[in-house]
């Protein structure tokens, strides 16, 4: 895990992330279909598309949960292709996958020892405290008991408990209230203003554009769409999801 | 009370070992989803190695044990840990067949090591022969000593596993292995703490327990699978409870001990106990507590059957060379006949594992109770030779559907377990008894039939019998019976789904079985003129060896029996006071071998060429389609109405007072963004979910509370989002279970055989069925060795080639690329016309489901957002909003459930 916490940010040549023709999938199912995407550093990133479309394939592909079958992936100037999800996880590529990135049999409290991942307990019970003092009262709480928006301010804070981080989040708003919901999205702004760059899926596309610099749509497996978050129309966007992009 | 005290003193000793052995299968069961049958297995070589070092190289007590304890049982720990690391991919079957493995592997090393007899080893423990007493009872130091090791070990452990980092990951590891992984910590090396931990467990156990019972290999690795009570006392799940399950399992054996003293014919009960306890905790924990944690399956490798020709050109100089075996093998003609005898119980056991995907391990104990009933026919009832055998074979049939019924609603796993529990328990509680094999050395008396008294005749007899059930097992493969058991296999869910009462079909087969294995304990008896409980053919052991034996046997059914004939033979040639244990050893070492891998090595593509140019196997036969089979669809039918569903999971709504119509001859679609709701509908369509609320209506008919098969026998049919084909079979054969799975249905008869107009509607079915998706070029093609796009369409195609009015297509086209997307959707559309059904489609790509539907529901939330045609939706801010987000995100009266 990084622990470069240093406060001026590193200047650093490379992006963030690298996906170089990347085919990836399930066994013999092939979801991504030769994609290519840069994520800039210190910034957020927007990755759209219909369900299905292989956002959730992608992340998991950068984290090392699949591996691509072609094409190469780096993150920070190092080719990490054939590294394993862990030691990806060690060099500060931060994943939070869909539904809940939590352990439900866990305490919060342990679950917050699992994300320091060997830096100290106390540090990571206290940034989650102060980041959500909800999350300090249940620290000896089973985190399946958690509300839904509970859950994912736990799932969050991995990305929060370390700075200057890669930090890729699958869907944090889903199944959430929308009064929640913007809660998390300013909690992802904190994020990168800590450092950490982000490579964010969202099915709320419109409050994903508006945070994000760049966006990238996919469709098929493919990358349809790329470019600044302010040349993508709203009606325009609904299209490629109806197809035919 | 006095005097039960000292029962429950040495009951409390040897059930906290027990407690600690336990709490080291649970502790590795859990976090590695791999069930340890060999955990005794791991027991026994720690105290064998005790045994070399202490006894016989003179090392001090303690400085063997933290060499045979705390260095074999870490290696021993990691050893496991890369067996268990590859098993996690493989099928249940393979999961259990090479741990089981381990066990046959060990034992034979053991007993060429030293000996199949006890050898008695003196307490060694510090004042081991030196007791005290209290309140007017005697207890040993060792027996003190050995509670307070068990106790603080197991409390070490629990103290670790709350509160470290170590067990807090190894928790982790057990909720979601890829979190820890892209957390940064690596979850192999935190399987390999906890299988290191585990087998030390077991390992301490066997070292500690070899005084109490002395070194005997089969003894001792049994001694430690009554752990598994414990475990099961614990749900294989909780480290305090399975100590206590330990704890209670030595006290109730060890008090019983009291009890039978008096009693004889319960002499056997204080050893069986534990087993008992295995089986009744099995029976009462609710299913949901014994869902065996991974799921994850390999394809496995493609099966390869060589054309029918060559297969009758190979049996005919196979038969011939049975034939001669008399003229040539003078005196070892009695190994020929006992090889014949035990090629019926491999056929027996390869019909239940290979076919239908259940282990049994206990099929020695069906050949001994039908050799019992036999005799007793014959002998005290002077019944005719042949009517004996077939009566007597046939008792085995009602206790084979004895331990099957009620382990039937156990996954695989549990259904081993369970089998491995009542083999042990029978042959401890019932084989000395009177109405089994007597006390007597002789056993009981297994007459040969009056016409065939001599060897070289009953030879005859014998191979006569082979003959036959290879026939019929042939016969079955061959029969709607042998082909929806491997459909079952394959695809439980499926075929379920598609109209088959799988349980009807599980019990049928366990009766089969055990009926083929009751004749052959009767013609192996016979041959012996004696059965015994001490023959090695009829203990429970030998089924652990018949397992290890079926999974390295090559070439299909009937074929692989003769692999065992000849295993059988081979002691009749070498001779060698340890050659069954050198036989054993490389059992057990290939069941592994070969179960790591997934099977037997598929047959080199060579030699397949060369079988199909001997046998001239044609390409596939371009069948002549005949008119597409009758679809009872009445036009346009009311089809599918759902009203006011609700289902929850736990406490979150997963799907809120949702109603929507199916009708037949159009399809309709069911959309949403991910988490909608829209799979959890679907099964409870199909009866796959029970609904907390709402009514189901098909065809006018409530179908709220039919079982999934009732429900497809009324033509409610459906595909899977991950999909589930028969991958071993053919296209065809996949195709037509659609057919043939509700055909079978639930009655027993009509599972067993097709009826010829059955068999003609299935064919005409499945390969219209066929033409429709275009795969008719696929036919003779293996399901699993297929593209994504391919299987989608023989899924899709099985779906048609069933008597369903609706189908429910669940995602059918994700995986697809763009050209094959829309050819999937012409399939879809022309289906509908043609044959009048409806089609609920749940689907992501919208521009397939604008093409196609003709009506659309939009879930969001669990809740029904919007209906309408698809122009409709495609304005609707409401749909606009709920896919991407935004401020008309949530309409007026449609809060999403907010958890508290």
């Known amino acids: ?245 | 009370m006095k005097e039960l005290l000292p029962f429950i003193i040495s009951g409390i000793t040897v059930g906290s070992l027990y407690g600690m052995a336990g709490t080291g299968l649970v502790l590795t069961y859990k976090t590695s989803g791999i069930f340890n049958f060999g955990h005794g297995a791991n027991a026994t070589i720690a105290a064998y190695v005790f045994y070399w070092l202490h006894i016989e190289h003179g090392w001090s007590w303690w400085l063997a044990l933290i060499v045979s304890v705390f260095v074999v049982g870490p290696i021993l720990g990691l050893i496991m840990e890369r067996i268990a690391r590859q098993l996690a991919l493989q099928r249940t079957s393979h999961k259990i067949v090479a741990t089981v493995g381990l066990i046959v592997l060990v034992q034979g090393i053991a007993t060429i090591w030293y000996g199949s007899d006890t050898l008695p080893v003196a307490q060694y423990l510090p004042k081991g022969s030196d007791s005290f007493e209290v309140g007017g009872v005697f207890v040993s130091y060792a027996q003190v000593t050995l509670t307070v090791i068990s106790i603080i070990v197991v409390g070490a452990l629990y103290v670790l596993f709350r509160y470290t980092r170590l067990g807090i990951a190894m928790r982790a590891v057990v909720g979601d292995p890829d979190l820890v992984d892209i957390i940064g910590a690596n979850p192999i090396s935190i399987r390999q703490m906890s299988w290191v931990i585990g087998t030390t467990f077991a390992a301490l156990s066997g070292v500690l327990l070899l005084p109490l019972i002395g070194l005997q290999a089969i003894a001792l690795t049994l001694l430690v699978a009554q752990a598994f009570a414990a475990a099961a006392f614990g749900a294989f799940n909780n480290i305090p409870l399975t100590f206590l399950g330990g704890l209670g399992v030595g006290i109730l054996a060890n008090v019983s001990k009291k009890y039978v003293l008096d009693v004889s014919w319960l002499s056997g009960l204080p050893s069986s106990l534990p087993f008992l306890v295995l089986i009744v905790m099995l029976l009462l924990l609710p299913k949901w507590r014994l869902v065996p944690p991974s799921s994850v399956e390999r394809r496995p490798p493609l099966a390869y059957r060589a054309p029918l020709r060559f297969r009758l050109g190979t049996a005919v100089p196979v038969l011939a060379l049975f034939l001669l075996v008399p003229t040539f093998a003078g005196i070892h003609l009695s190994y020929f006949t006992l090889g014949l005898t035990q090629a019926i119980l491999l056929l027996s056991l390869g019909l239940l594992v290979r076919t239908s995907g259940q282990v049994s391990l206990c099929h020695t104990t069906f050949a001994a109770v039908a050799a019992v009933a036999f005799s007793q026919f014959s002998v005290d009832h002077h019944m005719p030779w042949l009517a004996a055998v077939l009566l007597g074979a046939l008792v085995a049939v009602p206790i084979g559907a004895l331990v099957a019924i009620p382990a039937i609603r156990l996954s695989g796993l549990f259904l081993a377990l369970a089998t491995f529990g009542f083999g042990i328990m029978v042959e401890n509680l019932f084989y000395p008894l009177g109405f089994m094999f007597t006390h007597l050395a002789d056993g009981r008396r297994m007459p040969r039939p009056d016409f065939a008294t001599g060897d070289k005749a009953y030879y005859y007899v014998v191979l006569a019998f082979l003959v036959v059930i290879c026939l019929v097992v042939v016969a079955i493969h061959e029969s709607r019976i042998g082909r929806i058991l491997r459909g079952l296999s394959d695809a439980p869910l499926a075929v379920a789904t598609m109209g088959l009462s799988t349980n009807v079909t599980r019990v049928i087969v366990f009766c089969i079985s055990s009926f083929i294995a009751g004749l052959a304990g009767i013609l192996y008896g016979s041959s012996a003129n004696f059965a015994t409980s001490a023959d090695i053919r009829y203990t429970a052991f030998t089924s652990l060896t018949l397992i290890a034996i079926l999974a390295l046997a090559p070439f299909r059914e009937p074929w692989f029996a003769l692999f065992m004939g000849f295993t059988a033979i081979i002691p009749g040639y070498i001779s060698g006071e340890h050659v069954n244990d050198y036989l054993n050893i490389i059992f057990g070492f290939f069941a592994v071998q070969v179960s790591l891998q997934g099977g037997p090595t598929p047959m080199p593509q060579k030699l397949q060429a060369y079988f199909n140019r001997f046998g001239r196997k044609p390409a596939a036969v371009a069948t002549q389609v005949e008119a597409p089979p009758p679809v009872a669809a009445p036009e346009g039918g009311p089809g599918l109405a759902i009203d006011g569903l609700t289902i929850r999971f736990g406490g979150l709504v997963a799907v809120k007072d949702v109603s929507l119509r199916a009708p037949l001859g159009t399809i309709t679609g069911l959309v949403g963004p991910n988490g909608a709701g829209k799979t959890t509908t679907f099964n409870a369509c199909s009866g796959l979910n029970k609904p907390n609320a709402g009514k189901l209506t098909f065809q006018g008919r409530d179908v709220s509370r039919l079982a999934p098969a009732r429900r497809a026998r009324l033509g409610l049919g459906r595909t899977f989002q991950r999909m589930e084909l028969g991958e071993t079979l053919t296209v065809v054969d996949n195709v037509a279970l659609g057919r043939e799975s509700s055909m079978a249905g639930g009655k027993i008869f009509s599972q067993f055989a097709a009826r010829p107009a059955e068999r003609r509607v299935t064919h005409a079915a499945a390969w219209s069925a066929m033409e429709t998706c275009g795969i008719t070029h696929l036919a003779e093609l293996q399901a699993g060795a297929l593209s994504t796009g391919q299987r989608r369409l023989v899924e899709l195609a099985r779906c048609l080639a069933g008597p369903f009015d609706l189908l429910l297509l669940d995602e059918p086209s994700s995986g697809l690329d763009r050209a094959e997307t829309e050819r999937f959707g012409e399939v879809l559309t022309r289906v509908v016309q043609e044959r009048g059904c409806g089609i609920l489609l749940v689907e992501h790509d919208m521009s397939l489901v604008m093409k196609v539907c003709s009506y659309l529901y939009v879930l969001d939330f669990g809740q029904l957002l919007f209906e309408g045609d698809p122009q409709a939706v495609a304005g609707s801010e409401v749909v606009q909003a709920a896919y991407l987000g935004g401020s008309a995100a949530i309409p007026a009266g449609a809060e999403p459930e907010v958890q508290s």
């Open chain 1, 1 to 245: 895990m990084s622990t470069t916490a240093a406060a001026a940010p590193l200047v650093r040549t490379a992006p963030a992330v690298e996906l170089v023709d990347v085919c990836s999938g399930y066994g013999a199912t092939q979801v991504l279909r030769g994609v290519s995407l840069t994520v800039p550093e210190s910034s957020i990133t927007a990755l759209l598309g219909p369900n299905g479309a292989g956002k959730s394939t992608l992340l998991k592909t950068v984290s090392g949960l699949i591996r691509p079958t072609r094409g190469a992936v780096r993150v920070r100037d190092a080719d990490v292709t054939r590294w394993s999800a862990n030691r990806r996880a060690r060099r500060g590529l931060c994943h939070i996958p869909e539904g809940r990135a939590i352990f439900r049999n866990l305490t919060v409290r342990e679950n917050l020892v699992m994300q320091a991942n060997g830096g100290s307990e106390a540090d990571a019970i206290e940034k989650a405290s102060t980041a959500f003092p909800v999350l300090g009262k249940r620290l000896g709480q089973s985190a399946g008991t958690l509300s839904g928006g509970e859950q994912q301010m736990l799932a969050l804070m991995r990305a929060y408990l370390h700075n200057d981080q890669v930090v890729l989040v699958d869907e944090p708003s889903l199944g959430l209230a929308p009064i929640i919901v913007d809660v998390i999205f300013e909690f992802l702004h904190t994020i990168t203003q800590q450092g950490s760059a982000l490579l964010l899926v969202d099915q709320f596309a419109t409050r994903a554009l508006a945070m994000a610099s760049a966006v990238y749509v996919l469709n098929r497996g493919e990358v349809v769409f790329q470019g600044k978050a302010g040349e993508l129309e709203r009606s325009e966007l609904f299209q490629r999801y109806l197809g035919d992009g």
